[in-house]
């Protein structure tokens, strides 16, 4: 897998954008201790965003190393894997029909007879049992695993 240029664009994009709001801070910072205020005090800090809260920068040779350790496997090697392993899994044949890209992508879990949304929804509730004949169908899934 290969990080789209789009995502490469919005991770530089953010990151313009989070220095931006460091200069920004850093100049609000100065104003008020020139103004008397003690912004090292922790009432000050306390008005400032907590930094579990606030939106950092990206690495985007990070994110490019860890799609690169993701590693493509069959369907047929998912049954394989230890019950409980997280699978990506992608609909990529030709008759895959949802409405809604985000639902041809997920992580899923593997269990004993198939694999299943991590977490399900109302709207993220595709299953992928082993007794179906996908391939048949045109309806190819590509799975990866960390």
């Given at each position: 897998m290969e990080l789209p240029k789009y995502?490469?664009?919005?991770?530089?994009?953010?990151?313009?954008?989070?220095?931006?709001?460091?200069?920004?801070?850093?100049?609000?910072?100065?104003?008020?201790?020139?103004?008397?205020?003690?912004?090292?005090?922790?009432?000050?800090?306390?008005?400032?965003?907590?930094?579990?809260?606030?939106?950092?920068?990206?690495?985007?040779?990070?994110?490019?190393?860890?799609?690169?350790?993701?590693?493509?496997?069959?369907?047929?090697?998912?049954?394989?894997?230890?019950?409980?392993?997280?699978?990506?899994v992608e609909c990529v044949g030709s008759e895959w029909y949802f409405s809604d890209e985000r639902n041809y992508k997920s992580w899923n879990i593997k269990q004993e007879d198939g694999l299943y949304y991590e977490i399900e929804t109302k709207d993220n509730t595709i299953s992928f049992p082993y007794n179906y004949d996908y391939n048949g169908n045109r309806m190819e899934i590509a799975c990866y695993i960390e």
């Open positions: 995502i490469q664009k919005k991770i530089e994009m953010q990151n313009r954008l989070i220095s931006k709001a460091e200069q920004l801070e850093l100049e609000i910072d100065s104003w008020c201790d020139k103004n008397g205020i003690d912004i090292y005090s922790r009432e000050y800090q306390q008005c400032k965003a907590n930094s579990e809260e606030a939106v950092g920068s990206i690495d985007k040779s990070l994110v490019e190393r860890l799609l690169k350790k993701m590693k493509r496997i069959g369907f047929s090697d998912v049954q394989k894997l230890e019950n409980g392993t997280r699978v990506y």
